[in-house]
C-alpha cells in the first residue's frame, strides 16, 4: 500500500508559474514509474507527463512539452512537477499516481491515487 499526497497547488494568474509536488509513504517505492493527470469539472482525466524510476524516461503531454517538466527525488519519496507559462484553460485539480504498466497515457493503467491538489490560472 501507497499514500500519494499532492501540494504545491494555488490561484496564478495567465502566464504564471508552479512548482506541485507529490509526497509518498507508507512502503518503498523508489522504483515505482510515476505520472501527473489532470482534470477539470465535467471533463475526462488527461494524462499530463510521466517518469520512470531511473529518471531516463520522462514523457509529456503534447500541450504541454516545453513548459513543465517532471522530475523526481527517489532519497526524498517525492515526485515534483514544474509548470511554466500556465493557462486558464489548465485550471484544473492535479493528481499524482504509480502507473502499473501498460500504456503510461491512459489513467486506467495507474494506482495508488493521490487526493489532488487545486490549480486555478485567472485571464
Known amino acids: 500500500q501507497v499514500q500519494l499526497v499532492e501540494s504545491g497547488g494555488g490561484l496564478v494568474q495567465a502566464g504564471g508559474s508552479l512548482r506541485l509536488s507529490c509526497a509518498a509513504s507508507g512502503r518503498t517505492f523508489s522504483r515505482y514509474n510515476m505520472g501527473w493527470f489532470r482534470q477539470a469539472p465535467g471533463k475526462e482525466r488527461e494524462f499530463v507527463a510521466g517518469?520512470?524510476?531511473?529518471?531516463?524516461?520522462?514523457v509529456y503531454a503534447d500541450s504541454v512539452k516545453g513548459r513543465f517538466t517532471i522530475s523526481r527525488d527517489n532519497a526524498k519519496n517525492t515526485v515534483y512537477l514544474q509548470m511554466t507559462s500556465l493557462k486558464p484553460e489548465e485550471t484544473a485539480v492535479y493528481y499524482c499516481a504509480v502507473h502499473r504498466g501498460g500504456d503510461v497515457y491512459n489513467s486506467g493503467n495507474y494506482y495508488y491515487w493521490g487526493q489532488g491538489t487545486q490549480v486555478t490560472v485567472s485571464s
Open positions: 517518469i520512470s524510476w531511473s529518471h531516463n524516461n520522462r
